[in-house]
C-alpha cells in the first residue's frame, strides 16, 4: 500500500473544494492507487508529467479538476510515496507553489558556502589581517 503526504499548499487548496469535488478526488485517488503498482494508469485519470516541473506530474478528477504530485523518498520499504502539491482546477498551474522539501532544500545550499566563496573570504580575512599590523 502506499503512502501519502500532502504540502501545506495542498491541505489549503483541499479546504477550498467543494464536498462534491473532494468525493471526487476521492473517487480518482481510488483509482489511482489501484493503478500505482503497475506503473500504467487508466486513461481516464490523464496522468502525465507536469511541462517545466521536473519530477511534478498530474492527475485528472474532473473535466476541469486537477492535483499534482511527485514521487518521494520511501517512508516504508518497497512502497511508493506520494507527495500531493496542489489541487484544485486547471489554475493551480498557473502559479505552482515548490514544495517544503525544495524550500528546505533551497535554504540548506545557501547556508553552505561555495568553495569559489570560501576562498574569496580567506583572502578577505588575510587582507584585514595584514592591515591590522
Do not use: C
Not at 4 to 12: G, V
Not at 68 to 75: I, K, L, N, R, S
Not at 95 to 104: K, L, M, N, S, W
Request: proline residues 5%; glycine residues 6%.
Amino acid at each position: 500500500m502506499p503512502t501519502f503526504a500532502q504540502t501545506d499548499r495542498f491541505r489549503r487548496d483541499l479546504a477550498k473544494l467543494t464536498a462534491a469535488q473532494k468525493a471526487a478526488f476521492r473517487a480518482a485517488v481510488t483509482k489511482f492507487v489501484a493503478d500505482l503498482p503497475s506503473g500504467s494508469f487508466r486513461p481516464g485519470l490523464r496522468v502525465k508529467r507536469v511541462q517545466g516541473a521536473a519530477g511534478v506530474f498530474e492527475l485528472t478528477w474532473a473535466d476541469d479538476g486537477r492535483a499534482t504530485f511527485e514521487y518521494g523518498p520511501a517512508v516504508r520499504e518497497g512502497e511508493t510515496h506520494v507527495v500531493w502539491r496542489r489541487i484544485g482546477t486547471h489554475d493551480i498551474f498557473t502559479r505552482p507553489d515548490h514544495t517544503e522539501a525544495a524550500a528546505a532544500r533551497r535554504a540548506v545550499e545557501a547556508a553552505i558556502p561555495r568553495e569559489q566563496d570560501k576562498d574569496e573570504n580567506r583572502t578577505k580575512v588575510a587582507s584585514l589581517g595584514r592591515m591590522a599590523r
